[in-house]
């Protein structure tokens, strides 16, 4: 049999093949058959439901799943009093953004499933816990275990909420920072391909050099920025004189507008480096764009 082969010679209907004339036969046959059974109710349960006044009815299938899923679930928002159920029937809470959010395939899935439990106060940290009942003790272990390798006394407590994870827990400083780094950058971009605001010459008004790409992205110190405005001749680091000049410059624009200064704050104001820039070389404006994390606003 392994060596057997089959051939497939298709034939025209109602040319007079003998063979294909007597399937013809035996399909009128069973068409008018009385124990037939092509016409009988299928055993599929057939399931109704309308939407916009309109009723629809359809086997089992993902639609009418998902719709017996959203159902189920609005049934039972009803009996519970959570935060999770309040979070989800709270008008304006963009929990249909969220739904969408959360089908963005392009987002790593425990990513987006952090953000709503961030959202609904789901978050898995000692603080929830406790309230589920799970642990007795709400301190970060990390920073515990900071302050006793570091030798720090007196330590202040430290609840491990989100909000301590997100902003100063002093173990996850730079996963905070790369973090905030990947934000601003991708931001920045898509700020300079969003901008389409055109100067008298119809040309694009605003430039961001320093927005190379979502991943990458160029530091712009103050000597930097004023070069390229053509505000001020900036010779490299040791050059001296115009460096030396700038930095007088700045000490009378204070000691002309009575601002209290000292040799601290001139060098903080000079090592600025802002998340991104916007030039208008034209009118001679320089935009800061600078990406405030929620630990910034306190």
């Known amino acids: 049999m392994n060596k057997a082969s089959s051939q497939f010679i298709k034939i025209k209907a109602h040319r007079g093949d003998p063979l294909n004339e007597l399937a013809d036969r035996w399909a009128d046959e ?22 916009n006044g309109t ?13 017996i899923d959203l159902q189920v679930s609005q049934q ?46 789901q978050f898995p940290c000692a603080l929830q816990f406790k309230q589920w009942g799970i642990l007795n003790d709400v301190k970060c272990r990390l920073c ?3 302050n006793q390798e570091k030798n ?29 780094h990947g934000i601003w950058r991708e931001l920045t971009f898509s700020i300079r391909k969003s901008s389409t605001e055109l100067n008298d010459a119809s040309e694009p008004r605003w430039h961001f050099p320093s927005a190379l790409s979502p991943e990458a992205h160029a530091e712009w110190g103050l ?14 680091p040791g050059a001296g004189q115009n460096r030396a000049k700038l930095r007088k410059d700045i000490e009378e624009y204070h000691t002309a507008y009575a601002i209290d200064f000292d040799n601290t704050d001139i060098d903080t104001f000079i090592a600025q480096r802002p998340d991104g820039l916007a030039f208008d070389k034209v009118k001679k404006l320089c935009v800061f764009l600078e990406y405030t994390r929620a630990m910034d606003t306190n």
Request: hydrophobic share 30%.
């Open 30 to 51: 069973g068409r008018q058959s009385e124990n037939n059974r092509w016409s009988l109710p299928t055993n599929r349960p057939i399931f109704y439901w309308t939407d």
């Open 55 to 67: 009723t629809h009815r359809s086997p089992m299938n993902p639609t009418v799943s998902k719709i």
């Open 76 to 121: 039972q928002l009803k009996i519970h009093t959570g935060s999770t159920a309040n979070f989800l029937t709270r008008e304006g809470s963009s929990s249909d953004l969220l739904g969408k959010f959360h089908k963005y395939r392009s987002v790593w899935i425990r990513a987006r499933r952090r953000v709503l439990q961030c959202l609904s106060y």
């Open 144 to 146: 515990e275990k900071y």
């Open 152 to 180: 720090i006394r007196d330590p202040p407590d430290t609840v491990e909420s989100v909000g301590h994870k997100q902003c100063y827990c002093p173990v996850l400083q730079l996963p905070r920072i790369a973090i905030h």
């Open 223 to 236: 000597y930097k920025i004023l070069e390229y405005t053509g505000l001020h001749e900036i010779l490299p």
